[in-house]
């Protein structure tokens, strides 16, 4: 009886991932959003491929503040780079901290959420309280305030920005699972003796993921956003490494004589921010067991 009941779990399980692909494939903006971000992830790991590294960093004193042509896709800076190869190299960056980020603040926040969600009480205010008192500071601010207190450094980049997606997302977790919680198979599961860290891990929180993933997908929007405002001010990542924040700063001075130098760099980050943005909308309205089509 155990087996016929663990096999029928395991394809209603099935059944519901399908179904949630399903609905996914038929939202034709998640859809397209998708394959712009993958497009993009292409360019970005086949760069050197494309156009070798050197050309995005080399200073070429004869092409400098070229238009775009044959020869040079996107023009060149005032320094003589090529633009292509500057904007291709540094979609690297943006979208490794967005991935990055995104993960190690899900797998924190996925662990404070859940136990603060599951034990309550005492635990629950020690996390919240805590995390209350960084949620004091906007999560760009504070990260600004990291970056200029130990340095301008890639892992001093990266721990700024985590910190301060993390206490948004863990209400967002500790949300979720004290409505997983309270829920009859969490019960059923207690009553056969499984231990706290079982339920947690194999109950809970796979149960929760769903607006959490949502959550992490438009956070990645917004760590790229974030990433590039941060160069753009001279705290993340620093010339000559390309990345589309300090690629729009150094573009300031020459603006209005060539814009090009600013369109490029822009339009790569608003495209990339609003695939992200599509494929999680697609995510929300396919976990969402509430919208029928």
């Keep these: 009886m155990a087996k016929v009941r663990a096999a029928a779990g395991a394809e209603k399980g099935v059944s519901q991932n399908l179904e949630i692909m399903r609905r996914f494939?038929?939202?034709?903006?998640?859809m397209i959003g998708l394959s712009i971000f993958l497009l993009i992830c292409l360019l970005a790991v086949l760069a050197d491929v494309i156009v070798p590294y050197s050309e995005a960093i080399t200073q070429v004193k004869g092409a400098r503040l070229l238009p775009p042509s044959a020869e040079h896709l996107f023009g060149t800076d005032n320094l003589g780079r090529d633009m292509f190869a500057r904007v291709i190299h540094g979609a690297r960056y943006s979208i490794a901290f967005a991935l990055a980020v995104s993960a190690c603040s899900l797998v924190i926040s996925v662990a404070l959420g859940g136990i603060a969600g599951y034990y309550g009480g005492a635990t629950d205010n020690v996390v919240m309280r805590a995390l209350d008192v960084i949620m004091c500071i906007p999560g760009d601010l504070l990260a600004l305030c990291i970056v200029a207190a130990f340095g301008t450094n890639l892992g001093n980049l990266l721990i700024a920005l985590i910190v301060g997606q993390v206490p948004a997302t863990v209400r967002i977790v500790r949300a979720t699972i004290m409505g997983v919680s309270s829920a009859d198979y969490i019960e059923a599961a207690q009553c056969h003796g499984a231990?706290?860290?079982?339920?947690?891990?194999?109950?809970?929180v796979p149960n929760a993921m769903g607006p959490v993933i949502v959550n992490a997908t438009v956070n990645a929007s917004r760590i790229i956003i974030s990433v590039s405002s941060l160069s753009f001010l001279g705290l993340g990542i620093q010339p000559p490494?390309?990345?589309w924040g300090n690629l729009l700063a150094g573009a300031r001075e020459f603006m209005r004589i060539c814009p090009w130098l600013v369109y490029f760099p822009g339009?790569?980050?608003?495209?990339?921010s609003l695939s992200i943005n599509m494929?999680?909308?697609g995510l929300r309205d396919a976990l969402d067991p509430k919208i029928r089509d």
């Excluded at 231990?195 to 809970?204: E, F, N, P, Q």
């Design 241 to 243: 490494a390309p990345e």
């Design 25 to 30: 494939r038929k939202n034709r903006s998640a």
């Design 279 to 281: 494929v999680g909308d």
């Design 267 to 272: 339009l790569a980050l608003v495209i990339t």
């Design 195 to 204: 231990g706290d860290a079982r339920i947690i891990a194999r109950y809970i």
